[in-house]
């Protein structure tokens, strides 16, 4: 008996084994045959067809430690060929295309150390070399031999030694450069150099206080210039009229733009404007308006009925409402299950009677087949035993049966499904009564009344009239109109008595002074005129801004510069990027915010 279960098992353990002995042949074909053309390719010298072959192989089988040999041996004969080859490109004074072979000599044999020595020696060749670019002035040959030296050897301290002093050279350069522009008048140009001298060695030259004093005279040059003398007192309010000086107009303008208030005359034919202001009158205006305010007070408690017991009688009948809903519901359920119930009695009684009439007339049968069956021949079936004089002819009835039986079931379901609903609902109307009878008749309500008291509502403003003419600087300018506007600067407030049998506490007046608003009304004057002057200044440097923009196809042209540099210096509270970044890429500038000294 057990053979036949072990059979199986001896089957799929010969197929587990088969597959398995398949896969390792697979494995070990791969790995055999990456390790055989890993080792072809090293004798023909291909190096990186080798190195990929043995990457295969122990991709295959990782703890090979063959293959890691093999592997570590063809990289020291790969090493050993591209160090020959390094050291005839040194041979023959090509350091530059030495130094890259003689990195990748030691990438691939790391205990190379003719390799190493010899590029110990490229790289302080290669810095004798930028040593002597630097003292023949060429910088830039200077520089990127030692940025090809530092890229190897970041800590090599004389190619240090010899980049510092080649900053020192470049700033140089660049302030002699800056100088010479100075004095030719291209002023922007000389800002970019002199920045360019700080940023390439700091300290190495004054670059950075001559910058400095570049941008002075630029912004000299361009600055928007505002003529303002004393305002005009025609008010005779020297209080108002001090609020209205120079002074106050240039704290308003912003400080990061040529801005200049001036109390002198202006140079000839300067961008800006003339300012002219007259105090024409300050007027007081105090009132007192009378009015009446209401205080609400408790006067006393009354009892009325209570809201709350009228909300849970409505409540509550809705709940009964539901209540003879759902038990009318439940009557009609249990009525069509009475009904059903009936009926299924009627149809067992009619199953259970065929069912006797078959068991009657197939045990007749079965008696009628032993008496033939005595009485025949052997070997002969009589007609008496057919099989089909017992087969059932109550299949009408039982499913009749079956299908009342599971309509009653379903009615049952529905029934019980009826009665939980009802009796969850007399719960809730229960909880309803008890609720509504425990709420009490009546509640205490508070009586309010509302108590009229005076109220003086005093209201202090003061108006200054101020005349302003602003005129452009130019030749042709045509005088402008005056302008004459009023600057209000009011406060109010109110007062009451005390009512102490409503509540209502005393409130005395507390004004603002007449002269602390009479400078705000001269400080309103100033910020309206100081935003106008602005709106002038912007006008004039947006034409500036797109001047330079023009000219941005060739931002390296020193005409160009000189254009872009002073539109900068005009917005240098928010530098325009599609100037300012072509502009310092053009100079080599690392940050182009020196521009403004920052």
């Known amino acids: 008996m057990p053979a036949p279960s072990s059979s199986p098992s001896r089957r799929l353990g010969l197929i587990a084994f088969s597959l398995f002995a398949l896969l390792a042949f697979a494995g070990c074909s791969a790995f055999s045959r990456a390790v055989k053309e890993g080792d072809q390719l090293t004798t023909e010298h291909k190096w990186a067809e080798a190195e990929a072959a043995y990457q295969r192989a122990l991709a295959v089988e990782p703890g090979d430690s063959e293959v890691r040999v093999k592997l570590r041996a063809m990289r020291k004969q790969w090493s050993a060929e591209v160090f020959q080859a390094a050291q005839a490109k040194h041979s023959g004074g090509d350091l530059a295309a030495a130094t890259p072979l003689l990195v990748r000599a030691l990438e691939l044999d790391g205990e190379n150390d003719p390799a190493r020595a010899l590029l110990t020696q490229t790289l302080d060749a290669r810095v004798e070399v930028a040593r002597k670019a630097l003292k023949e002035e ?220 078959e068991r009657k007339v197939c045990a007749t049968a079965l008696s009628e087949c032993s008496r033939a069956v005595s009485q025949g021949k052997p070997g002969q079936v009589p007609q008496e035993c057919n099989p089909a004089r ?107 008595k005390a009512y102490d049998k409503v509540g209502v506490l005393a409130d005395p007046v507390q004004l603002r002074s007449e002269a602390e608003l009479r400078v705000e009304a001269g400080d309103k004057a100033m910020v309206a005129i100081a935003t106008r002057v602005k709106e002038r200044f912007d006008v004039y440097r947006q034409r500036k801004v797109e001047d330079a923009r023009r000219g941005m196809v060739r931002p390296s042209a020193e005409d160009v510069v000189e254009t872009a540099v002073r539109a900068l210096l005009l917005t240098a509270d928010d530098p325009p990027e599609d100037i300012l970044l072509p502009l310092a890429k053009a100079r080599g500038l690392d940050k182009p915010e020196a521009i403004f000294g920052r």
């Not at 003879?324 to 069509?336: A, H, P, T």
């Not at 007399?426 to 005076?454: K, N, W």
């Not at 108006?463 to 300018?477: F, G, I, P, Q």
């Open 390 to 496: 017992c087969n059932t002819q109550c299949d009408g009835e039982e499913g009749s049966l079956s299908q009342r039986a599971a309509a009653a079931q379903e009615l049952e379901r529905r029934l019980e499904a009826a009665q939980e609903g009802a009796e969850a609902q007399r719960r809730e109307v229960q909880r309803g009564r008890d609720a509504y009878y425990r709420e009490p008749l009546t509640v205490e309500e508070p009586v309010y009344s509302e108590y009229p008291y005076d109220v003086e509502l005093h209201r202090l403003a003061i108006t200054a009239s101020v005349t302003e003419r602003l005129v452009d600087l130019a030749k042709d300018a045509v005088a402008a109109s005056p302008r004459t506007e009023d600057y209000a600067a009011m406060h109010e407030d109110s007062a009451n």
């Open 138 to 357: 060429r910088l830039q040959e200077a520089r990127a031999e030692l940025d090809a030296v530092l890229a190897v050897d970041a800590t090599h301290a004389e190619a240090r030694k010899v980049v510092d002093a080649v900053q020192t050279a470049w700033a140089r350069r660049w302030f002699t450069t800056a100088q010479r522009l100075e004095e030719e008048g291209k002023h922007g140009n000389a800002l970019l150099a002199y920045v360019r001298a700080d940023q390439e060695r700091v300290g190495a030259t004054p670059a950075r206080e001559r910058a400095e004093a570049v941008r002075r005279k630029l912004q000299d040059e361009i600055a928007f210039l505002v003529v303002a003398g004393p305002a005009e007192d025609k008010a005779e309010a020297p209080d108002v009229v001090q609020r209205l000086s120079p002074g106050r107009l240039s704290a308003l303008l912003p400080q990061e733009v040529p801005i200049r208030v001036i109390t002198t005359e202006a140079p000839k034919n300067h961008e800006g404007v003339r300012l002219g202001l007259a105090l024409e009158r300050v007027r007081p205006d105090k009132s007192v308006e009378q009015a009446q305010r209401t205080q609400r007070y408790l006067v006393t408690n009354k009892a009325v009925p209570n809201p709350r017991r009228v909300e849970l009688e409505t409540a509550l009948l809705e709940q009964e409402r539901k209540l003879e809903d759902v038990e009318r519901k439940l009557s009609g359920v249990l009525r069509d299950y009475l009904r059903k119930q009936d009926e299924l009695v009627q149809a067992r009684e009619v199953a259970f009677r065929c069912r006797e009439r």
